[in-house]
């Protein structure tokens, strides 16, 4: 039996001990994406769930809205927003890594919030079934837990090439500047 996280002994795997386990008591938040909201995930009664403005509108209504908005009328989910200079981190680093146009703005700022906890020294995990948010918190070294899925094993980094005449570039532009042809994204070798 590993240690989570929290440094406790649990027998869930470690990532996960903060997100199934109610006995658990550490002061470990755990930053919400819209994946794990709408993987049906239930809110312990303690106030350690974080989500921004950004993820609350992506939920748009129906019952995981409502989840969302009873939990944090009961106290035990926030809204917060990440400083600019995290959101500006977070987008070079999506950039670098060609994920810039896979991640949505509520992806932006979730992963975001993460960092700035992780640069404050707060303990905190980000709760994520997309892969490509993944990504960006290994490369940024975030504690990040998949819910339903397996997670991803390494950082990837993309590139396009081109369908016509499978011209590669590092940037995603419209159209190839060689034969016109659209691009596809494809995971860059060695990367």
């Not at 995930?41 to 106030?47: E, G």
């Not at 917060?80 to 999506?94: F, G, I, T």
């Not at 993460?114 to 994520?128: I, N, P």
Request: aromatic share 4%; charged share 30%; proline share 3%.
């Amino acid at each position: 039996m590993d240690p989570c996280l929290c440094n406790r002994r649990h027998s869930l795997p470690s990532p996960l001990c903060p997100l199934l386990n109610r006995s658990c008591r550490c002061d470990m938040k755990i930053v919400l994406d819209t994946s794990a909201i709408l993987s049906g995930m239930n809110f312990s009664d303690d106030n350690r769930y974080l989500i921004t403005e950004n993820v609350k509108r992506e939920l748009k209504r129906g019952e995981d809205l409502m989840r969302v908005e009873m939990a944090e009328k009961e106290g035990v989910l926030r809204v917060a927003e990440p400083k600019e200079r995290y959101v500006a981190a977070v987008r070079r680093k999506a950039e670098a890594l060609g994920e810039d146009r896979a991640l949505s703005e509520a992806d932006i700022s979730t992963l975001s919030l993460a960092l700035e906890l992780r640069e404050k020294g707060e303990e905190a995990v980000l709760a994520t079934d997309d892969y490509g948010i993944q990504n960006i918190a290994k490369a940024l070294s975030i504690n990040y837990a998949a819910i339903t899925e397996k997670g991803i094993s390494k950082v990837l980094t993309w590139h396009y090439v081109c369908l016509g005449c499978g011209q590669g570039y590092d940037r995603d532009i419209k159209l190839c500047e060689i034969c016109g042809s659209k691009l596809k994204r494809r995971v860059k070798r060695g990367g």
